[in-house]
C-alpha cells in the first residue's frame, strides 16, 4: 500500500474513532467501488445531522484560516447581468512574516522546504471529503423547491462558500443564434415547469427537446429513491442544469469521478457551458473528445461518482445517442459568451474603448503574464489542450487537509476566459475566490515576477473579457 493510501486509512480511522463519519460512509477510502450502506437510512440520517455541526464548523474554520471571505466589491463592476458586484482584492491569507513579493522571489523548493506556499493555494477539501457529492447553494435550492417541488437540500452537509463569492443568480441566458436578443432569461431560472413558454419561438424543436432532457431530474448518488441517499425525502434526482444554471453556474460543486482512492478525489467546481461550441475537450481530466461523449458519459460519472455499478441499483439513465443525446448537444451548443463591447472580432481590445490600464493589462497578458501561451484570444481565451502546472513543486505531497490527501493536480485542460469576471470561484476546484487571488497564484507558479501595477493592470484587462 502506498503511503498516501496508508494516510488515507489513518485519516477514515481517526474520523471513525470520533464520531466524524457514519458507519455507512464509503470507507475505507483506498476503495475502487462505494460498497453499500450498512445501516438503515434513519440511523445514517440521525448520525448525519447529529455530526453536521461539527462538520460545517470544521470547514468554516478552514476557510477562514485560508481567505478573506468578506464582502469587498469592486466600485461599479458587475456581472453580466448588471445585478452581482464582481469582488475586489487577493482573499488569500500569507503566511505570518511574507509578501507577495517575498515570495515570489523564492524558489519552489524553498517554499515547499519551508512550508510556505499559502493555504489557499493548495486543493480546497470537499466540505465532507470522505462522503463527497453534489452539494448546491441555498439559491439554486430554493428556487428549484419554489418551482418544482424538488428538495436539493442535504440533511449531512450544506454549501459552505459566503453569496458574495458566487455567480449571479440566476445568470443572464446568451444565444449564438440570437445575439440581437441579450439575454432571453427573463431575469428567471429555467426550470422544467417554464423552459417551454419561455423559449417557444426562440429555438428549435430538436433544440427544445435537448433543452426538456437537459432539465429533467434523473437518479443521483445523493439524491435518488435508495437508502443511500443524502435527502430526507426520497427524490427524482438532478437535473443537469440544477448545477449549470440557466446553462452557466451556481458554483455547486462535488468531487470529480476519474481519480481513487476517495480521499483523493478533488472537489470539482461546475462550469459554465458558455461558449461551449468552441470547445473540443470536455472534463477537468478525462479529456472527452465531444460534447455528446461527455453528456452520455456525464450520466455514469458525475451522477455515480464514476460508479457505474452503483448506478445500476438507483435507477440507471441510458440516454440514446440518436435521439436524445444528439438534442442535448445541440442546445448546449448555442449557448453564447456575455457581451464584451471592448474586444474586436479577434478577441483584441478596441484602443477606442479600452482604457490605458486595460490595453496595458492586455500587453502583460499576451507577454510577461505568459497567460495568452493557453488562453489563446483567437481560440476563445482557451487552447483546447491540458497541461500540468506542476504545483506539487512548491507542497508536501501527502499532508491532509479535512480529510483531502493533496496530490498532484496532474494535467487539467485550460477553462476558457470569456465572460470570467461572472465565474467565481476560479481554478477547476473552485480554490481561489478572486481574479485577483488567480494574478497571484500565476505569478508564483509560473515565475513571471509581476509588478503590482502589472497585477492590477492584468485584473483590470481580464474584467473586459
Not at 474554520?61 to 475586489?88: A, F, H, W
Request: charged letters at 25%.
Amino acid at each position: 500500500m502506498s503511503p498516501i493510501a496508508k494516510t488515507a486509512l489513518l485519516t477514515a480511522a481517526s474520523l471513525s474513532a470520533f464520531g466524524l463519519v457514519a458507519a455507512s460512509d464509503p470507507l475505507p477510502p483506498d476503495l475502487t467501488y462505494r460498497p453499500l450502506p450498512s445501516m438503515p437510512l434513519s440511523a445514517v440520517r440521525e448520525a448525519d445531522e447529529a455530526q453536521k455541526p461539527t462538520v460545517m464548523e470544521r470547514q468554516r474554520k478552514l476557510l477562514n484560516d485560508r481567505y478573506d471571505l468578506s464582502d469587498r466589491p469592486i466600485p461599479g463592476v458587475l456581472m453580466s447581468g448588471g445585478r452581482k458586484p464582481v469582488q475586489d482584492g487577493v482573499r488569500v491569507k500569507l503566511p505570518a512574516g511574507e509578501t507577495w513579493d517575498d515570495l515570489a522571489a523564492k524558489s519552489p523548493q524553498e517554499i515547499r522546504d519551508k512550508d510556505l506556499l499559502p493555504k489557499g493555494f493548495m486543493p480546497l477539501p470537499h466540505v465532507k471529503q470522505a462522503t463527497g457529492g453534489q452539494v448546491f447553494p441555498e439559491e439554486e435550492i430554493g428556487e428549484i423547491g419554489r418551482d418544482e417541488g424538488r428538495d436539493l437540500r442535504r440533511f449531512d452537509v450544506d454549501f459552505d462558500l459566503p453569496d458574495n463569492l458566487t455567480p449571479e443568480f440566476p445568470p443572464p441566458i446568451f444565444l449564438t443564434t440570437h445575439p440581437e436578443l441579450g439575454d432571453v432569461s427573463r431575469g428567471d431560472l429555467l426550470t422544467i415547469r417554464n423552459f417551454y413558454e419561455y423559449m417557444n419561438g426562440i429555438v428549435t424543436p430538436v433544440q427544445m427537446e435537448g433543452l426538456r432532457l437537459l432539465l429533467t431530474p434523473f437518479p443521483q448518488e445523493e439524491f435518488n429513491q435508495t437508502e443511500d441517499r443524502k435527502v430526507a425525502q426520497q427524490s427524482l434526482g438532478v437535473a443537469c442544469l440544477d448545477c449549470h444554471s440557466n446553462f452557466h453556474t451556481n458554483a455547486a460543486f462535488h468531487q470529480t469521478p476519474d481519480v481513487r482512492p476517495q480521499a483523493e478525489r478533488f472537489r470539482l467546481d461546475t462550469v459554465s457551458l458558455r461558449g461551449l461550441f468552441n470547445q473540443q475537450i470536455h472534463g477537468s481530466k478525462r479529456s472527452l473528445r465531444s460534447v455528446e461523449d461527455f453528456t452520455q458519459f456525464e450520466q455514469r460519472t458525475a451522477y455515480f461518482n464514476g460508479d457505474h455499478v452503483s448506478a445500476t441499483r438507483k435507477g440507471v439513465n441510458l440516454p440514446d445517442r440518436t435521439n436524445q443525446v444528439a438534442m442535448m448537444a445541440q442546445m448546449q451548443n448555442i449557448i453564447d459568451f456575455p457581451p464584451a463591447p471592448k474586444l474586436d472580432p479577434f478577441n483584441r481590445l478596441d484602443p477606442a474603448k479600452a482604457s490605458e490600464q486595460e490595453l496595458k493589462g492586455e500587453q502583460v497578458f499576451m507577454g510577461k503574464g505568459r497567460c495568452a501561451e493557453c488562453h489563446v484570444p483567437s481560440l476563445s481565451f482557451m487552447d483546447n489542450n491540458m497541461h500540468d502546472l506542476k504545483l506539487e513543486r512548491f507542497y508536501k505531497v501527502g499532508q491532509t487537509s479535512n480529510d483531502m490527501v493533496a496530490i498532484p493536480d496532474g494535467p487539467i485542460k485550460t477553462f476558457t476566459l470569456r465572460g470570467i469576471k461572472d465565474s467565481p470561484p476560479y481554478l477547476h476546484d473552485g480554490r481561489l475566490m478572486t481574479l485577483a487571488d488567480t494574478v497571484e497564484f500565476f505569478n508564483l507558479v509560473l515565475g513571471t515576477k509581476l509588478g503590482r501595477d502589472e497585477k492590477d493592470a492584468l485584473v483590470a484587462y481580464m474584467l473586459t473579457l
